[in-house]
């Protein structure tokens, strides 16, 4: 897979100077930065690269998938490019509104219905999909403190998270920190595929491909 490399900017980041490294970042975000692509601070750190994004919609099957954690909409916006109907969820408004502007400017909006709602309560209620994509908040750049990242270091719990989605779907993409313990997916009884994705000269995360039909969810 091609790794990114930072393109270097002149532009003060407009969030304060502790961003700055991430706002050089922006055009492997958004290629279409500057055509009116709205972020946050969170956005900068959390939205997957462009390229990656389009991989993992690339691998995700069935024409309607659900974006659980959408943000600004990165990985919702690749999957309606390809064509795919999206059901983009997200608990926080003002993100969601980016992430329909967002749409908006790659025009693929009109594949993506945009829900403001908690994703464990929305998955009660929501039938059976192909594919879910799942990327829960690690809980900052801190996250690569830790010796090991657990499921219960997502938020929400990740182990949650998983008891949610994987009843309703027949796969689960799940992205997650390089330092995250693998050891921890046994618990739910079968294989899983792993990819690795590289960005700016480092092991960046990792995606997990979950075939949830051979799962078994914890109670």
């Known amino acids: 897979m091609k790794r990114l490399t930072p393109r270097t900017s002149n532009d003060d980041c407009p969030f304060g100077p502790a961003l700055q490294k991430y706002w050089e970042r922006r055009y492997d975000l958004f290629s279409r930065f500057d ?9 900068l750190f959390s939205t997957k690269p462009e390229i990656h994004a389009a991989d993992i919609a690339a691998r995700l099957p069935g024409c309607e998938v659900i974006d659980a954690f959408c943000g600004v909409g990165g990985v919702a916006i690749a999957l309606a490019r390809l064509g795919k109907k999206v059901i983009a969820v997200d608990i926080d408004a003002e993100r969601l509104r980016m992430a329909m502007e967002n749409a908006k400017i790659y025009r693929c909006e009109h594949n993506i219905t945009f829900v403001e709602a908690n994703f464990l309560e929305y998955a009660r209620h929501h039938g059976r999909v192909t594919s879910i994509y799942i990327d ?28 949610a989605s994987l009843p309703i779907a027949d796969l689960v993409a799940m992205t997650v920190p390089t330092n995250f313990g693998l050891d921890e997916m046994k618990a739910y009884g079968s294989d899983f595929a792993v990819r690795m994705s590289h960005a700016w000269g480092r092991e960046l995360f990792m995606t997990l491909y979950i075939d949830a039909a051979r799962y078994r969810v914890s109670d």
């Open 136 to 163: 829960p908040p690690w809980g900052g750049p801190e996250y690569f403190r830790k010796d090991v990242f657990r499921l219960g270091d997502f938020v929400p719990d990740g182990a949650s998270i998983l008891q």
């Open 35 to 43: 055509d009116g692509i709205q972020v946050d601070e969170t956005a």
